[in-house]
């Protein structure tokens, strides 16, 4: 092993410092060096080939159990235990992976803020009764493509979604018409979201019978149920 350190870090310390430091002779570390490539060495080395270049396919990001399972599916015959090895001692690691995307919350608005009408209890025993919205973002080769879900709290299943390339007031009400198109709820139902980015709409508890809305979120929900839909403001629930 110290042999093997000195090969390593020849071209940055004196062959002769390392020696003395890790107490071998440099004759010793030089015959050693002489002598054929073992069967296995060789075989490392070739394996080490095949990491690094299945870990910089994969930007970085693939770690000793994914590069293990990635040379595995190619073919190879290793050990997860010779894979790590390897890597820990090439300094191969995964990169640990920046957490960034849109802002799809932005509670700096001048929007009526209602009541929380839940008050965390997050539990509901007859479906259609409480359903909880939210909005996420999933990164794809032409931009951020932007999803939003109403769940029913109850059955805990999504009733409602929507798909958009903008975080608009639309996105937010394409999910929930589908979910009143669907189940058709009665208006004691409670629609819960978080202080959305989009105006007029994704902003609150959202309430059947509330007195809070606005013309464009009134008319358009509205259309869905028989009766008017009054929108109200946020909630403190966060995201869903």
């Given at each position: 092993m110290?042999?093997?350190?000195?090969?390593?870090?020849?071209?940055?310390?004196?062959?002769?410092?390392?020696c003395?430091?890790?107490?071998?002779?440099?004759?010793?570390?030089?015959?050693?060096?002489?002598?054929?490539e073992?069967?296995?060495?060789?075989?490392?080395?070739?394996?080490l080939?095949?990491?690094?270049?299945?870990?910089?396919?994969?930007?970085?990001?693939?770690?000793s159990?994914?590069?293990?399972?990635?040379?595995?599916?190619?073919?190879?015959?290793?050990?997860?235990?010779?894979?790590?090895?390897?890597?820990?001692?090439?300094?191969?690691?995964?990169?640990?992976?920046?957490?960034?995307?849109?802002t799809?919350?932005?509670?700096?608005?001048?929007?009526?803020?209602?009541?929380?009408?839940?008050?965390?209890?997050?539990?509901?025993?007859?479906?259609?009764?409480?359903?909880?919205?939210?909005?996420?973002?999933?990164?794809?080769?032409?931009?951020w493509?932007?999803?939003?879900?109403?769940?029913?709290?109850?059955?805990?299943?999504?009733?409602?979604?929507?798909?958009?390339d903008?975080?608009r007031?639309?996105l937010?009400?394409?999910?929930?018409?589908?979910?009143?198109?669907?189940?058709?709820?009665?208006?004691?139902?409670?629609h819960?979201?978080?202080?959305?980015?989009?105006?007029?709409?994704?902003?609150?508890?959202?309430?059947?019978?509330?007195?809070?809305?606005?013309?464009?979120?009134?008319?358009?929900?509205g259309?869905?149920?028989?009766?008017?839909?009054?929108?109200?403001?946020?909630?403190?629930?966060?995201?869903?």
């Amino acid at each position: 092993m110290r042999f093997r350190f000195i090969e390593q870090h020849a071209r940055t310390y004196p062959v002769r410092l390392m020696c003395r430091v890790l107490q071998v002779s440099p004759s010793g570390y030089y015959a050693w060096r002489s002598r054929p490539e073992s069967a296995r060495a060789t075989a490392n080395r070739s394996l080490l080939q095949d990491v690094r270049r299945l870990h910089g396919q994969h930007w970085g990001r693939y770690g000793s159990p994914r590069i293990h399972a990635a040379l595995r599916a190619e073919g190879h015959r290793v050990s997860r235990g010779r894979v790590e090895r390897l890597m820990h001692r090439h300094g191969i690691r995964a990169l640990a992976r920046r957490r960034f995307g849109p802002t799809t919350t932005d509670s700096r608005h001048q929007l009526p803020i209602a009541p929380n009408l839940l008050q965390q209890k997050f539990t509901a025993s007859v479906p259609n009764r409480v359903w909880l919205a939210d909005i996420t973002y999933i990164p794809t080769g032409e931009g951020w493509l932007y999803l939003a879900a109403v769940l029913d709290l109850a059955t805990r299943k999504v009733v409602g979604w929507a798909m958009r390339d903008h975080l608009r007031t639309e996105l937010a009400l394409g999910a929930l018409m589908m979910a009143a198109q669907r189940q058709r709820p009665d208006p004691d139902l409670i629609h819960h979201s978080d202080r959305g980015s989009q105006l007029g709409f994704k902003r609150s508890s959202q309430h059947p019978e509330g007195g809070v809305c606005d013309e464009h979120s009134k008319a358009a929900v509205g259309s869905v149920w028989t009766s008017p839909v009054a929108v109200t403001g946020p909630s403190t629930c966060g995201r869903t």
